[in-house]
């Protein structure tokens, strides 16, 4: 496969709370239609590494690259504002008001009645029901109030909305933790949609068959540095769990 620039370069990142040391010199790449799934044991630094690249945590050391160019994030707005978004399940939605009205929030589509700017709800509304079908999920009513929606519904709200803002990479904490067979299916089959538009995808999770089944390629962190970078389809569970549990690094050692 031949791969373009890296839409994403994470070099030598460094975190420190106080005395630990959550990352050690965390690197690698992504690129764009990529989807990675970010493996590792409870406390190998994933979560860290996603909040730092949200912008949501800053580093210690290290730098990162996005679209060729160096950024910096000093808040999530930073990392948004060049097309980076954690998508989580609640967080990010106002539960008490409707599905149109958190798609459009603070970006509100408007038309002129008598030179006078009335807010386009219609419009709106067509436009979230056809963003939340093109990612084929199901909302029987995007006039329902968030707080009415299940887990999975409100995950494909938000990955909706970052698609249809022009979004291009979106990481998600371990989204399947809270959500039944048939809603992770359909978030497995969502994050493979948005792959095919074009957009990078780092899905941290703890399930082996999500890994393997949604990404292209895995990469475990162990003790706050990478420990296995291989495509999907060059690895096996096997070989990352024994990559997870340092397993792997003993027999190559040894
Ligand atoms: N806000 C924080 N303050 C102090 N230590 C933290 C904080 N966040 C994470 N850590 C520590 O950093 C390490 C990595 O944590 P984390 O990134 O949450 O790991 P993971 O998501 O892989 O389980 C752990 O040792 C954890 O205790
Ligand atoms: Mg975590």
């Known amino acids: 496969m031949s791969k373009a620039e890296p839409l994403l370069r994470v070099d030598n990142i460094k975190k420190n709370f106080g005395p630990v040391e959550a990352l050690r010199g965390v690197t690698f790449d992504v690129y764009p239609g990529e989807v990675v799934a970010l493996l590792g ?22 730098s990162m690259l996005f679209d060729g160019k160096p950024v910096h994030f000093d808040s999530p707005a930073d990392a948004k504002a060049v097309g980076i978004e954690t998508v989580y399940q609640d967080l990010s939605l106002c539960p008490n008001i409707d599905v149109v009205g958190n798609f459009f929030m603070g970006r509100e589509l408007c038309r002129k009645i008598l030179g006078i700017d009335v807010l386009d709800e219609t419009r709106m509304q067509i436009e979230t029901e056809k963003a939340i079908r093109d990612l084929g999920s199901r909302i029987p009513s995007v006039r329902t109030r968030v707080e009415l929606l299940s887990g999975g519904q409100r995950q494909a709200i938000e990955l909706a909305r970052f698609v249809y803002w022009g979004g291009k990479m979106v990481m998600l904490d371990e989204p399947f933790a809270a959500l039944g067979v048939e809603q992770t299916r359909r978030g497995l089959e969502m994050i493979d949609r948005v792959r095919k538009l074009g957009i990078a995808v780092i899905v941290i999770t703890h399930n082996m068959l999500h890994a393997f089944q949604v990404a292209d390629r895995v990469v475990v962190l162990r003790h706050g540095v990478v420990a296995g970078d291989h495509d999907t389809t060059k690895t096996t569970p096997e070989e990352v769990v024994a990559m997870i549990t340092g397993e792997f690094a003993r027999q190559a050692a040894g």
């Open 41 to 62: 044991d409870n406390g190998a630094g994933k979560s860290t590494l996603v909040k730092i690249i949200a912008g949501n945590q800053q580093a210690t050391g290290g």
